[in-house]
């Protein structure tokens, strides 16, 4: 079968199986197969063919389709990514617009990632701002050991724990935390599709009824961390656009509280500044 008749009858075995962007993920499937690029597939050989049906089969079954090619891109990077780490997600990389823009100005910025996951928000920082001093805090070994990987080479300080406590030497020190926190409330457990439900790590994702947990945790970790004026950006549910702000102006450790919106315009990540 050529390229592009395969592309047709995957995407459209994808899309009976509910999947979301049948297209593009049958396309990508080939270009990984193949080792060619999505836009410029290469004809397959009858072995790469086997492949492709197999790799189709279980994005059927939901599989996420980063955990199928080992890697998802996350701004200017690419990062190995697979089953027991969180796959970095695109309104991820409009925060860490907002706070590169933050701390635009400032000269070699001291910058605190928690929940790192995979790294991504750690190396991005990083390899974008390479006079930056970035520390990265995982608590999963499983997802520890994916950052490991994706850090090397970008000067990020991995360190593997609980956020709460951590980096007590950095106290009133550091100039930007950032954070994309386990968010999705327990009662929101139906909405959430396949993949996310049974291939991102439990951990990542879950934080309380309300999901608001672990950003209660990320708001007095930043208020301990941060010197005065430094800026706090934490992702959170579009749900919890009131919810997660008000969680930071509430430790009344913040000024310049505010929502942000991702580029869907849903409510997306809380930020400020400290007092
Ligand atoms: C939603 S994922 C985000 C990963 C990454 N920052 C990203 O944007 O792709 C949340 C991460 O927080 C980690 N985590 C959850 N609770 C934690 C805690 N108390 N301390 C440190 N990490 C934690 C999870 O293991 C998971 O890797």
């Given at each position: 079968?050529s390229?592009?008749?395969?592309?047709?009858s995957?995407?459209?075995?994808?899309r009976?199986a509910?999947?979301?962007?049948?297209d593009?993920d049958a396309?990508e499937?080939?270009a990984?197969?193949?080792?060619?690029?999505?836009l410029h597939?290469?004809?397959?050989?009858p072995?790469q063919q086997?492949?492709?049906?197999?790799?189709?089969a279980?994005?059927?079954?939901?599989?996420p389709?980063?955990?199928?090619t080992?890697?998802?891109?996350f701004?200017?990077?690419?990062?190995?990514?697979?089953?027991?780490v969180?796959?970095?997600?695109?309104?991820?990389?409009?925060m860490v617009?907002?706070?590169?823009d933050r701390?635009?100005?400032?000269q070699?910025?001291?910058?605190?990632?928690?929940?790192?996951?995979?790294?991504?928000?750690?190396?991005?920082?990083?390899?974008?701002?390479?006079?930056?001093?970035?520390?990265a805090?995982?608590?999963?070994s499983?997802?520890?050991?994916?950052a490991?990987?994706?850090?090397?080479?970008?000067?990020?300080?991995l360190?593997?724990g609980?956020?709460?406590?951590?980096?007590?030497?950095?106290?009133?020190?550091?100039?930007?935390?950032?954070?994309?926190?386990?968010?999705?409330?327990?009662?929101?457990w139906e909405?959430?599709t396949?993949?996310v439900?049974?291939?991102?790590?439990?951990?990542?994702?879950?934080?309380?009824?309300?999901?608001l947990?672990?950003?209660?945790?990320?708001?007095?970790?930043?208020?301990?961390l941060?010197?005065?004026?430094?800026w706090?950006?934490?992702?959170?549910?579009?749900v919890?656009g009131?919810?997660?702000?008000a969680?930071?102006?509430?430790?009344?450790?913040?000024?310049e509280?505010r929502d942000q919106?991702?580029?869907a315009?849903?409510?997306r990540?809380?930020?400020?500044?400290?007092i």
């Open positions: 079968m390229a592009k008749a395969l592309v047709t995957g995407a459209s075995r994808l009976d509910g999947v979301a962007s049948p593009f396309a499937l080939l990984f197969v193949t080792g060619s690029s999505r597939l290469s004809e397959p050989t072995v086997v492949r492709f049906e197999e790799l189709i279980r994005r059927a079954a939901r599989e389709l980063q955990h199928l080992g890697t998802a891109a701004r200017y990077r690419e990062l190995a990514v697979g089953p027991g969180f796959v970095p997600r695109p309104e991820t990389e409009v617009g907002w706070i590169l701390i635009a100005g400032v070699s910025p001291l910058v605190v990632d928690l929940c790192t996951g995979s790294g991504a928000i750690a190396g991005a920082i990083a390899t974008e701002r390479p006079d930056s001093t970035v520390h805090v995982e608590l999963s499983e997802a520890v050991a994916y490991r990987r994706n850090l090397a080479g970008t000067g990020a300080i360190h593997e609980d956020i709460d406590g951590c980096l007590p030497e950095l106290d009133g020190t550091v100039d930007a935390v950032i954070s994309n926190p386990p968010y999705i409330p327990l009662t929101a909405s959430v396949a993949e439900r049974d291939h991102d790590p439990a951990l990542a994702l879950w934080s309380g009824d309300d999901g947990d672990e950003i209660k945790v990320v708001a007095a970790t930043a208020a301990r941060l010197k005065p004026g430094g706090f950006a934490c992702e959170h549910a579009d919890q009131e919810s997660a702000p969680v930071f102006a509430a430790t009344g450790k913040f000024t509280v919106l991702d580029l315009g849903r409510h990540f809380a930020t400020g500044r400290r």
